[in-house]
C-alpha cells in the first residue's frame, strides 16, 4: 500500500479550523500589543482579557524594544497560519517540504503552520 500523499478534504478542513481560530487569537494578540507600544491602550479596552493583562503587568517591566519584537514575532507568526492556509486551499498542507511525506497529525495540531516534521527539523539543523 502506498504511503498517502496529503491529508483528505476533512482532514484538511479541521486543519483550516484550529488555523481560523490560532489566527483570531494572533491577531488580536497583536493589536493588544500595538496598543501598548503606541501608548493607545486606556482602561475603557476590554482589560478583562487575560492578553490585556498580562500586557498590562508585563509593560511596566518590559521595555518598548522587547514589546516591538513581541510584535514582530506575532506578526511573523500570523503570516506563517496565513501560508498554511493558501497549502490548504492548494491541498499541499502538511507535506513536509524536504520529504514530501505527511507531517503528523499531532505535530501539525501544536504547530499548524508547521512545513517540516520534527526528524526534517532536526537533520535540517545538523547540515
Same mark, same amino acid.
Given at each position: 500500500?502506498?504511503?498517502?500523499?496529503?491529508?483528505?478534504?476533512?482532514?484538511?478542513?479541521?486543519?483550516?479550523?484550529?488555523?481560523?481560530?490560532? $489566527?483570531?487569537? #494572533?491577531?488580536?494578540?497583536?493589536?493588544? /500589543?500595538?496598543?501598548? !507600544? /503606541?501608548?493607545?491602550?486606556?482602561?475603557?479596552?476590554?482589560? /478583562? @482579557?487575560?492578553?490585556?493583562? #498580562?500586557?498590562?503587568?508585563?509593560?511596566?517591566?518590559?521595555?518598548?524594544?522587547?514589546?516591538?519584537?513581541?510584535?514582530?514575532?506575532?506578526?511573523?507568526?500570523?503570516?506563517?497560519?496565513?501560508?498554511?492556509? *493558501?497549502? !490548504?486551499?492548494?491541498?499541499?498542507?502538511? *507535506?513536509?517540504?524536504?520529504?514530501?511525506?505527511?507531517?503528523?497529525?499531532?505535530? $501539525?495540531?501544536?504547530?499548524?503552520?508547521? /512545513?517540516?516534521?520534527?526528524? @526534517?527539523?532536526? @537533520?535540517?539543523?545538523?547540515?
Amino acid at each position: 500500500m502506498e504511503a498517502k500523499k496529503r491529508y483528505s478534504d476533512e482532514e484538511l478542513e479541521e486543519f483550516r479550523e484550529i488555523i481560523h481560530k490560532k $489566527l483570531e487569537i #494572533a491577531k488580536a494578540d497583536y493589536q493588544e /500589543t500595538m496598543k501598548v !507600544i /503606541t501608548n493607545q491602550n486606556t482602561n475603557d479596552i476590554n482589560d /478583562t @482579557s487575560p492578553t490585556y493583562k #498580562a500586557l498590562e503587568e508585563g509593560s511596566a517591566g518590559q521595555t518598548k524594544e522587547q514589546l516591538i519584537q513581541m510584535a514582530q514575532r506575532q506578526q511573523k507568526f500570523i503570516q506563517g497560519l496565513q501560508a498554511a492556509l *493558501v497549502r !490548504i486551499e492548494n491541498k499541499t498542507y502538511g *507535506v513536509d517540504r524536504l520529504t514530501g511525506e505527511l507531517i503528523p497529525k499531532e505535530r $501539525l495540531r501544536i504547530v499548524p503552520h508547521a /512545513t517540516l516534521s520534527v526528524a @526534517s527539523k532536526q @537533520s535540517n539543523k545538523d547540515h
